[in-house]
Structure formats: C-alpha cells, structure tokens
DNA sequence: GCGATCAGAT
DNA sequence: CACATCTGATCGC
C-alpha cells in the first residue's frame, strides 16, 4: 500500500496520487491509476471546493483512469479538470500559482505500468532535472529497456530521482512468476474443472480493484465464454474489456463478489447466488489470486497450490517483484532512489539500505568518467551491482539502442490505452517503437542481473548463488499474455514496448501441457506434448515437500520445444542446490532466459534513434502549441544536463 | 451529521 | 498472510 505522501522534492508544487493534507495546495495533480489508496482526499470536501473556484487546477491520467474514474459519480466533480493524455506523448504543464501568478513549467510524459487499466508512471523534465513516479507498476525485467521515453538518443536519459513501487522489494519476492506462467496455471486450473459438465463452475476470488482484467479478458477469450461480473459500467468504453464480462450468471466462470461471498462458498454457493436451473448442485472451486502467500512458501511451490478440496490459490501479482525492481533501477541509474511503499515486515531503512546500491552515486567512478560528457548516459552502467562488477561484464551487450519501427499496427486492435470513445480517435497509433538489441548472443541484463546476485555485499541474502548455466539458443518467444496477433505477426519485430493492450490480446494455443494431477479427459488443446520435461503447475499445499513440484514459468507455454529441453536442464541442474535455495536459483536462472528470448525477439541493431515523435506535444488544453525549435532546444538542454531557464516559450 | 482515522474482516 | 476495499467504532469539528 502507497506511503508515498504526495510530492517530489523536485517539484513540490505537484502532487500526485495524494490529493489530502499539503497536498491540497498544489498546482497539479496526478494520478497514476484507480486504486483507493491513491486517491486519498479526492473526493473530499476540501477538494471539491478547492475545484469550484480555481480555474487552472487539473487532474492528470491516462484517459482509461478518467474513464475508470468518472464511472463513479462521487469523482463526477473533478470531470472539468480532468486532462487526459496518451502514453509516451511529452506533454507541456504549466504549473500556476493562481494567487501569485507564478508559474513553473514542466513535461510530463506518461509511461505504460502495467498495474492495473490505465496504469501509468510519471515522467517530468524540468528544471529541477528529470524525475521519474512509477505509481504502482508491474514491469518485466528488460522493460525499461523498451520504453523509448526513458531514453535519448540512444541512451537513458539522466534521471535523477526515482519514486518507486516497493511492494515486494524484498529478497522474500525475488522473482514472482510471471503473468503468462500465472495465466496458464489458472487457465489449465480452469480448462480441467468446467470441461467435466456444465456443473462444474468457478469462482475467481478477486478483490475488489482494478488489475484483474487481463486475467478475465484472457480467460474469456481462451474458453469462449464470458466472465461473470458484478457491472461492467466502468467499462462501457473499453469493449476490448467489455466483450469478455458479463452480468448475466448463467456461465461457468464469474468473478462476481458478495460480501459474505466467502461464506457462500463454503455453502458451495457462488456470490451471485446462482443455482443449476434444475436443481442439480453446481461444484464450484474457488482460485484466490495471491502473492504474499506464495512469497511466504520457503519451499518451491506451482503457481497454483491446492488449499482444500475445493479451494486453490493462485500466484498472482500487479507489482514488480524484486529481482524486476532492481533490473528496473539498475538500468535507468538514477541518483536518487524514494520507495512508495514499505514492504511488509520491513522498515523503511531496511528498504533504504536495500536501494541504495540502486543509486547511481553508489558508483562513483561511473559517474566521474561519464557526468561531464552528459551523453553517455546509456553507457553508464546498468550496472546492477554496488560494486565490484563493472568489470564483469561489458556494458555494450546491456546498452539498449533505439530504433523507430514501423510495424503492424496492432494498437489499433486493441489499445487498451484508450477507451473507445466515439469522438475519440486519430491516436497516435500508427507506430510503435522497438528496442533493439545489438547482439542475439550477448547475454542480457537479466542474466548479469542474476549473477550479480552471487555479491557478498548484495543485501539479498536470498539470493541464491546463479550457476552461469549456459544459456539455451534463443526460442521465439514472447513475453506477455500476447498471443496470436502475435503469433500470426509472428515476425520477431514484434513491438516489445510493454504496454497495457497487449493483456488484451488472444492467448496462443498451448504448446505445452502441463500434466495435471487430476486431469481427466480434458479437451487440451495442446498440439505436442512435452510433459515429461513440463514443470508441473499444479500442486497441492501438502504437497510442499515432494521434490517432484516446482514453480512453472512463462517458458512454459511459449517456447519452443527446443528452448523447452534446455529449459529443462536448467531445471534439473539447479534443483541439486540445497533445498531451501533451489527454488530461487530455478526460477532466477529461468527468468534469466525469459529476458534472453524477450530481448532476443527484438534484437537489430541500430541508432538513428533521435526521433520526431520527442516533439509532437499535444499542448495543454487552452495553452498554445510548442513551436518545434524551442523544444528541440529544451529537449537539447535536457539532454545535455543544461540549468533551464524557462522562458515562455509556449 | 459528516469526515478522518483505525481496527478488523475478507 | 494481508496486491485493496469495505465495514464499523470512535473521535473531532
């Protein structure tokens, strides 16, 4: 849960996700997404009357969460102030004292989080530097890496400060499956329950927040049947969304909540209260998506683990785990580095000491060797480690390199950045931007991440010592829930910018299978069976101690059979390693491969990166249009690390 | 009576 | 074992 207070030292006259206390003078708002703990003193009465005389004060977001947000009437005051903007679009913000007249100027860029719909964190170039919010965010390692906004050129841009998702920066949380190896231990969960009769229902024990539509959109998709809600109001824009949920019960999948839905269940009752229409009883299971539960396993664990013959919990998560946090700061190397959150059982200077290491001054002679030349910033390290590893490995084979693509416009399939407003369209869709990697065979970040872990002097005690196993050939793979657009697509130019709409899109049909305990006559659409070499998905909690059960991973469902073995043996090596350590050396080396084929998918080296789109600004309503030239010449002195004097240049 | 805050449950 | 939310009790304005 956000502690963050609301403002950045940089500039404290925004504030963003807090709307109470302090912050209830600021010039600016930001929200990064629709979650009650980031909307504190939004609605209230200071709020609002602080908006009933003030002319200039906006509110800004993604357009889903003003969408998300203005499905609820209590947050209809704020619809006048709401300013919403697109992803990776620099915008110019004016931040106006309306009593003094005194104005500052800052750009603020959103970037994609992957947290929940219309998720995003905040980028502001300013004169007090450039500073990064991530609000709540779950990012995959090498994401960063994708995301043009957070670079220059070629390089990343200089970030002085970062505000930063904490949730699971704890070594308890090293690496957290990921979406896809989540999605298919449900989806399989799932697939093996309903096909036994139209009796056979599920019950997704959802919270009640934003965050969980991808798993709904997938499984929708997956079982041709639409999800059980309790409304789909929020989402009348967002047919992408829409189209997979419905408010009729009559299906075998809901996700529907009650108050006393626990309770009903246990009467084997769903919440909606639904009944087979003839009387025979329904056998629900309930699937409750977790991740503190399975960070609190010290033994391995599948993502999905059997808690009751009828109940089962499913690793979940919508923030970055620890090993994609620290790949997340190590390669963007910023100065300073503020948690948002203090991680459960920790203190804030256990965090701190954690972060540190993080922080680009932890590396003085990087700093001292690149600071004046101000354009290096890409070679600067992302070197994950404190110390001591800069020699390790070469920094060329972890620099991103840009280069603007144009590719199938899938956004316009499914951009969930948008809702579908009728008098909305013309985004700018057309072109999505790719990292290109230099060399298939250099190793990724992920991988030196991992072994950076061995440090002595890391704070992860956790960390499980990574064996340089070597790494299997490069599978075609992808990285998210992405599916068959991107299979059809399947050019390995596939966009690798993350971004929400990709939760959205078909599943690919398996290529693996999982051999599920008690699977019987599933219909598994499954067309080559590896199983042998499958790590198991499912698992039952008293199972924890056969040796046979370990995580899964997203390699799983998407690798080739090839990358599969290797996989494989990966596996087989590290479960050797003392029990208590093995789970995690497994699931960093195989995440250490997950980056390689992520990364791998887009590799192409080249560096004409300086790109237009840096200077199509949609202007601040009211506000006039950037002439070009001047913000070229901001961005230039951006770029150089220039003292900014702003001028009104807009 | 409303809002802020906390504890507790889910 | 708790990713966020709601409810109810208490306190203060």
Request: charged share 25%; proline share 6%.
């Amino acid at each position: 849960m956000s502690s963050f207070a609301g403002r950045m030292k940089e500039y404290p006259t925004l504030s963003l996700d807090r709307f109470d206390r302090e912050n209830l003078h600021a010039r600016a708002y930001f929200l990064s997404h629709c979650h009650k703990d980031h909307m504190k003193g939004l609605k209230g009465p200071l709020m609002k009357r602080k908006l009933k005389f003030s002319l200039t004060v906006k509110l800004y977001c993604s357009f889903v969460t003003k969408e998300l947000l203005l499905s609820n009437p209590k947050y209809a005051f704020w619809e006048d102030h709401i300013v919403p903007l697109e992803l990776d679009s620099p915008t110019h913000v004016s931040l106006i004292d309306e009593t003094t007249g005194e104005s500052e100027d800052v750009v603020v860029t959103l970037l994609t989080a992957g947290h929940c719909p219309g998720s995003v964190m905040f980028l502001f170039e300013g004169a007090q530097g450039t500073v990064l919010y991530t609000g709540d965010f779950r990012l995959a390692v090498g994401d960063a890496a994708r995301m043009e906004c957070l670079h220059s050129g070629d390089r990343v841009k200089d970030i002085k400060s970062v505000y930063i998702d904490t949730t699971f920066f704890d070594p308890k949380y090293h690496q957290i499956p990921s979406r896809e190896a989540c999605l298919t231990g449900i989806r399989q969960l799932i697939q093996d329950w309903i096909c036994q009769s139209p009796y056979h229902v599920v019950w997704l024990n959802c919270k009640a927040a934003y965050g969980y539509e991808y798993l709904f959109t997938n499984l929708g998709q997956e079982f041709s049947s639409q999800i059980h809600v309790n409304s789909l109001d929020m989402f009348k824009k967002m047919p992408e969304i829409l189209c997979h949920m419905t408010t009729n019960r009559a299906t075998q999948i809901h996700a529907c909540r009650h108050p006393k839905d626990e309770e009903f269940f246990r009467a084997n009752r769903l919440p909606c209260g639904t009944t087979a229409p003839d009387g025979i009883p329904l056998n629900i299971i309930s699937i409750k998506p977790s991740t503190i539960w399975f960070g609190e396993r010290t033994r391995k664990t599948s993502v999905i683990v059997k808690m009751g013959s009828s109940s089962y919990r499913a690793c979940f998560s919508f923030h970055s785990s620890y090993l994609e946090v620290k790949d997340f700061l190590s390669y963007i190397g910023p100065v300073n580095i503020y948690p948002n959150v203090i991680p459960l059982g920790k203190t804030l200077e256990d965090v701190t000491d954690l972060l540190k290491p993080l922080c680009r001054k932890h590396n003085e002679r990087e700093e001292i060797v690149y600071k004046p030349l101000g354009t290096l910033k890409g070679t600067r390290k992302r070197c994950t480690s404190e110390d001591s590893n800069d020699d390790l490995f070469d920094e060329v084979s972890t620099a991103p390199r840009w280069r603007k693509m144009r590719v199938v416009d899938l956004t316009k399939i499914s951009n969930n950045a948008q809702p579908c407003s009728p008098n909305k369209d013309s985004h700018d869709t057309d072109q999505m931007y790719s990292l290109i990697q230099p060399c298939p065979s250099a190793h990724s970040s992920n991988y030196m991440d991992c072994t950076e872990s061995n440090d002595d002097d890391d704070d992860d005690e956790d960390d499980p010592e990574q064996s340089p196993v070597p790494h299997p050939p490069p599978p075609s793979c992808t990285e998210m829930p992405c599916s068959k657009l991107t299979r059809l697509d399947s050019s390995r130019s596939k966009a690798a910018q993350p971004c929400w709409e990709k939760f959205f899109k078909a599943e690919p049909v398996l290529t693996d299978e999982s051999e599920l305990d008690n699977s019987q006559n599933s219909h598994n659409t499954a067309t080559e069976n590896t199983a042998s070499q499958s790590p198991e998905l499912f698992q039952d909690e008293d199972e924890d101690d056969k040796s046979s059960v370990h995580m899964t991973s997203s390699q799983s469902t998407h690798i080739s059979d090839a990358g599969m073995e290797s996989l494989s043996q990966v596996d087989t090596v590290l479960v050797q390693v003392d029990e208590s350590k093995a789970v995690i050396s497994e699931q960093c080396n195989r995440d250490g491969i997950d980056t390689e084929q992520k990364t791998e998918e887009a590799v192409e080296l080249k560096s004409d990166s300086q790109v237009s789109s840096d200077f199509e600004l949609p202007p601040t309503p009211g506000s006039k249009v950037p002439h070009p030239e001047d913000l070229k010449d901001l961005y230039r002195k951006l770029a150089a690390g220039e003292e900014m004097v702003i001028r009104q240049i807009f």
